[in-house]
């Protein structure tokens, strides 16, 4: 494990690639809404305020009439114009982890409206079986098809967007139900999603979002465990790729300190910290066949991803069960498990699966 003064200087190895308008970005450099709300949250736990309040005033700027945001920006301008329903409906959960955090309601009413377009964009694209397609293109038109991983963060969205709308006295009884039926296809449907199976945010972030919990959650996990988990380094990014990469390791840390797998958690939280710079920020991955750095880069959702695992681990802040709290209760079962012992957007880089370039 790592100490709270260790947790806020990775914090501010992210407030420290901040951009003058606030956007946080990509190695990159661009920025889109998912990870920069990731990153806004970090910073959240470890106090820094300026920064966050400067990056929730960039998402005002930069959201659109219909409550999306463009799938990439570089230096504030557009540079990818289709609008992703998993960037949009990651803001509400970043306001309400940021409400658990703070309190400050003021703040909330101030950036309601922003979630409220945010997820009625979300809701509308919404199938009759449930499903939410991933992006409405830059003419307008809705995808043909739906990303389970996308999906997973949506249910984690709309029930946080509940949350504040209950909070705040204006209920959205549609966001629950879109919520529900969205929850009812992530885990009775899995054709109605394509096929991105080798990834490993496909396989935990149905219990990341909050969809799945209990005996189904664990069974889930155990499935896939030997697949991406490599012991002692973290959790493969894709299944067929000697890569492990700090921000899928940290998310499956969430998931099973959601499920109370603290056994589990604490034991990849602790595998991963290989990937830590004596700056406090994080290389993106580790290619273990060539023993590389890879990319060779230090990522700004990466550094997010340890530090809201590591609030989860250690209950550094009043948000810290932001994932734990989505849904029911699972109360941790080695006999379900099998493994008392103890041992989900971003797409691969260039050359990560031929390793040319590693």
């Given at each position: 494990?790592?100490?709270r003064?260790?947790?806020?200087r ?12 606030g956007g ?17 949250m970090?910073?959240?736990v ?5 920064p ?5 005033a960039y998402?005002?700027?930069?959201q659109?009439?219909?409550g ?22 990651y803001v ?6 940021h409400?658990?955090?703070?309190g ?11 979630v ?32 389970l ?7 984690q969205?709309?029930?946080c ?11 959205q009884?549609?966001?629950e139900l879109?919520?529900?039926r969205?929850a ?21 972030y149905?219990?990341?979002?909050g ?9 889930l996990?155990e ?15 894709v ?9 899928e390791?940290?998310?499956l ?15 990849l ?28 880069e ?12 590591a ?6 802040s009043?948000?810290?069960g932001?994932?734990?709290d989505?849904?029911g209760?699972a109360v ?12 989900g ?14």
């Open positions: 494990m790592i100490s003064a260790e947790v806020v990775t914090a501010e190895s992210i407030a420290a690639i901040q951009q003058d308008d946080v970005p990509w190695p990159e450099g661009h920025v889109d809404a998912w990870n920069h709300v990731e990153c806004l970090a910073m959240t470890a106090g820094l305020d300026e966050v309040r400067r990056g929730y998402l005002a700027r930069h659109r009439a219909d999306s945001w463009p799938m990439k920006l570089v230096d504030g301008v557009p540079a990818e114009l289709g609008g992703e329903t998993n960037h949009a409906a509400a959960a970043g306001l309400w982890h409400h658990l955090v703070t400050d309601r003021a703040f909330t009413e101030r950036n309601w409206l922003m409220k377009a945010a997820l009625d964009y979300v809701a509308g694209l919404q199938t009759e079986r449930g499903e939410i397609v991933w992006e409405r293109d830059a003419r307008g038109r809705p995808s043909a098809y739906a990303l991983t996308g999906c997973s963060s949506i249910h969205g709309l029930r967007g509940v949350r504040l709308a209950e909070l705040l006295g204006d209920p009884p549609h966001w879109a919520a529900d969205l009812h296809v992530l885990t009775e449907h899995p054709e109605a999603f394509t096929d991105k199976s080798r990834f490993s945010m496909d396989w935990y149905p219990v990341l979002g969809a799945v919990r209990g005996r189904q959650a664990f069974e996990l499935r896939e465990w030997a697949t991406f988990v490599v012991p002692g380094l973290g959790i493969r990014c299944s067929d790729q000697p890569w492990v990469t700090g921000a390791t940290c998310e840390v969430l998931a099973l300190d959601a499920l109370g797998d603290r056994g589990r958690a604490r034991t939280f602790s595998d991963v910290q290989h990937l830590r710079h004596e700056d406090g920020s994080y290389w993106t991955g580790w290619q273990f066949a060539n023993r590389k750095h890879f990319p060779h230090r990522s700004g959702y990466t550094a997010a991803a340890i530090v809201l695992a609030d989860a681990l250690l209950e550094l009043p948000g810290s932001l994932f734990r989505l849904a209760t941790f079962d080695p006999e379900v498990c099998g493994c008392a012992a103890g041992t957007s971003r797409v691969p880089p260039q050359g990560a699966e031929q390793g040319e370039t590693l």
